[in-house]
């Protein structure tokens, strides 16, 4: 929980808003984990599983997408569409 804490504190001292939403490390996390940070006041979790968040969705188990890979805006907007790929 002190990792938790301390990184939320530093993120916030330093860009001077709060820190309301968490990335796990690697993607590790459990349900006790999940506890740690609701306890710690996020708002929400990200997981490394591939995927879009829907209406529902634990709030820290949520999926995530990779936009890194392609500067094409075409690709981009179809990816953050939702619309299935072919």
């Not at 929980?1 to 301390?6: A, D, G």
């Not at 349900?31 to 929400?44: G, H």
Request: glycine share 6%; charged share 20%; hydrophobic share 35%.
């Amino acid at each position: 929980m002190e990792q938790l804490t301390v990184s939320k504190q530093r993120i916030e001292n330093e860009v001077g808003a709060p820190c309301r939403h968490l990335c796990y490390p690697s993607g590790d996390w459990n349900d006790a984990v999940a506890r740690i940070a609701r306890n710690c006041e996020y708002q929400s979790a990200v997981t490394t599983r591939h995927g879009f968040a829907r209406l529902g969705d634990q709030l820290f188990s949520l999926c995530r997408m990779n936009f890194l890979d392609t500067p094409d805006t075409n690709v981009l907007l179809f990816r953050a569409s939702g619309f299935p790929s072919l």
